[in-house]
């Protein structure tokens, strides 16, 4: 708590990062036949704690541990309006939370040490459930950005199926079956978004603000034009799909802080299938 009685997102973190920290220092991992653990790997990324547990096999887990402070339905943010989408949702899964995650310095708010960022994490999951393809193509999303290094985080793609999601709220549309055309048309949707002026990826309970403001027009528009590329050559030759989104090699790369014996398990691709003009990229 600083000097106003307010809660500080950047000393909560560093107090039970330091906490982490102190029980790592100490723990042994068990040894033996039965245990799969070789070893355990801590680093941070923004307000996560991630412990990387590395398995005798080679593969490994990542866990995430991120401080948070949980609100219940109705307690609600203000500024932050409700949507009809909502109403759908049981009101025990629409609490949300602050998590410690300070904006970026803005010359409109100059300290903004003491601002907690808005999270509905358990919203959005609950939007996205059992809606057949929905999750797939964020999956895919993701691994096409990280084959061609675009710099979109893996949220605010998330956000934009999202949006697709409740342009079309119809479990049938997003049938598993319609994988391959629909990831297509969100693939083509967001090289559209990204090409246009004003927010391109508007957060979902706050649109006036764009998950994307950070990124400069120039890059915005080199990412619109490789999708407009990519989605003019699956449509040309859907087969290829495997080739375009996972690249040359056809398999995804590994984030780039694994050990060499972690590398050879990362993935599995299994196949493209390809029937009647439907196809799907299976990946997991």
Known sequence: INGENRLVPERVKRSLQSAFDRVLR??????????SVARIRPSQSGPAKTFRIIL???????????PVIEFRYPSWPSGIEKKDW???????DRNWFLVPKSPMSEPAMPDGSHLWRLDFQNMENRLIQDYGCVKPIIRLLKTT??????????????????HQLLAKYDRGYWDPKNQGILFIKVLESLGHALDQSGPAIPFLFHPKMDLTEKIKRPTKRNISGTIKHIVRKLRESPVRCCELILGESGMPAPPDDVTQEAKFIPYVVHQTENSGGAWRCLIS
């Open 26 to 35: 100490t723990y042994v991992i068990p040894s033996g036949l039965h245990s």
């Open 56 to 66: 005798k096999d080679g593969q490994w887990i990542d866990v995430d541990l991120v």
């Open 86 to 92: 909502m109403d759908k949702i049981s009101p025990v």
């Open 145 to 162: 950005r990280d084959t061609y290094k675009w710099n979109l985080s893996s949220y605010s793609l998330k956000t934009f199926v999202m």
